[in-house]
């Protein structure tokens, strides 16, 4: 297999939005936190806390797919570097692992996704309840 020095630049464009795309989530998160926790320094709820605690996997999972998203990212230029120095076969390893890199970093988004998305559903559980009856 001949792997052309183009191939592992298609990934900037990608990656990149989606370190942006994370970065925004942080961002968003950790305004959040900010918010409950003084909340919670007003009036001490255990909901409040669990809140936090939920929040704070998340902001878990947020770091962890930016730290993979950056490796995806370096990897895939090292292998452009490997590829520009006609060392094909470690920069398509190389690549390999970047495409892996990236993987992992999609498959913790949708993991995070998932967490989210169960919390507002709890978090509107109460309205939903209230026009049931």
């Known amino acids: 297999m001949i792997l052309q020095i183009e191939t592992p630049a298609l990934l900037f464009g990608a990656t990149s939005l989606i370190l942006l795309a994370y970065t925004n989530r942080f961002l968003t998160i ?29 902001l878990t999972l947020i770091r962890n797919m930016q730290m993979a998203g950056v490796l995806s990212l370096f990897l895939s230029v090292f292998s452009m570097l490997l590829l520009f120095l006609e060392q094909q076969t470690a920069g398509i390893y190389l ?37 049931v009856k």
């Open 95 to 131: 690549f390999g692992m970047s495409l892996l890199g990236l993987l992992i970093s999609l498959g913790l988004s949708f993991w995070e996704i998932s967490i989210s998305v169960n919390a507002l559903r709890l978090h509107l559980s109460d309205l939903v309840e209230k026009e």
């Open 30 to 58: 950790a305004t959040i936190v900010r918010g409950l926790k003084k909340t919670y320094k007003e009036k001490q709820n255990d909901t409040i806390l669990l809140e936090i605690k939920n929040l704070n996997l998340r």
